[in-house]
């Protein structure tokens, strides 16, 4: 078995080539995107071995998923749901700074992920499982299967990793704090923006260091606090460390937290102290943002050096 199993919805991916609403963007490229894959092409490219579970349809862009994912070295099974799709998001460029996702998933087969769909088998052996508030929120049993993954996990002695991810959209109606303070509860690292964690903590607290340390007051033994450009924070035990962020000239800033979270649990399964699993996370959310895509960019380790200077022509 693979060290790290993750899990979630991945749709189809259509991005617009020019600048522009739909309304006059003729070109669009094809491609796949997700947040749990996204984190486990990023830990891929990173060394680390990775599988990633999840539904999609009796269709092309079912058959898209799984091959783009597969194709990035990570252990792939796509559930081939015949009754559903496979979901859809199409990203348009309204600015060269600004983009706009569109979600096409209501009765998507990613939707209907259920507890069944990741087995004790698959969970056996593995050291880490990466569960997403992204799947928490797209059914009742999506939400189940998070929880029913996390607690199967931690019986095995895995760890644990809960990534907020957090998205309005999806919990129209609904109030995601309880399910998300559940998931905290049942996990040992919890990454989550200042927003995020202030959502969790129902507090204005203003400090990331602060947040970090809050957190661990939900159940997790670790927690980071991902600021974006004022860099990232993490608490461990009575341990904290900081990192700032790189400036660079973002292209696509889709994929940046994803990156963060698998550069950090490289470093995490490599061994790492805590500001060094905030060096490399930093380092990778920095780079995912220097082209478009929601994974494409995401760095190898060699490419990292790339930021430490030195000819910009590789020869």
């Not at 078995?1 to 259509?14: D, I």
């Amino acid at each position: 078995m693979a060290s790290v199993l993750t899990f979630g919805e991945t749709m189809g991916l259509f991005r617009g080539d020019d600048l522009g609403g739909w309304e006059t963007v003729s070109r669009a490229r094809v491609s796949v995107g997700g947040a749990d894959s996204n984190v486990a092409i990023g830990l891929s490219r990173l060394g680390v071995d990775v599988s990633w579970i999840g539904r999609v349809g009796d269709d092309a862009l079912g058959r898209r998923v799984a091959r783009e994912i597969r194709a990035e070295g990570v252990h792939t099974r796509a559930i081939v749901d015949d009754m559903r799709p496979t979901g859809l998001m199409i990203k348009e460029r309204r600015t060269p700074a600004h983009s706009r996702v569109s979600f096409y998933r209501s009765g998507s087969a990613g939707g209907a992920l259920a507890p069944g769909d990741i087995t004790d088998d698959e969970l056996a052996g593995v050291a880490l499982v990466v569960v997403n508030g992204v799947t928490a929120a797209l059914s009742d049993t999506a939400r189940d299967t998070v929880s029913s993954v996390a607690t199967r996990a931690r019986e095995n002695g895995a760890i644990v990793a809960f990534d907020v991810n957090h998205r309005p959209s999806l919990w129209s109606g609904r109030d995601p704090r309880p399910v998300y303070l559940d998931i905290a509860g049942q996990s040992d690292l919890v990454f989550a923006g200042d927003d995020e964690a202030r959502l969790l903590l129902h507090n204005g607290e203003r400090d990331a260091a602060a947040l970090a340390d809050q957190l661990l007051s939900l159940g997790p033994s670790e927690a980071v606090v991902k600021s974006g450009a004022a860099g990232a924070v993490a608490r461990r035990g009575a341990e904290t460390a900081a990192a700032a962020a790189i400036p660079i000239d973002p292209v696509d800033t889709v994929g940046a937290g994803d990156a963060f979270v698998a550069g950090y649990l490289a470093a995490l399964l490599d061994g790492a102290p805590l500001k060094a699993r905030l060096a490399l996370g930093v380092r990778c959310g920095a780079f995912a943002c220097l082209g478009p895509g929601d994974w494409e960019s995401l760095p190898r380790r060699a490419d990292l050096a790339l930021f430490d200077g030195g000819d910009p022509v590789q020869r």
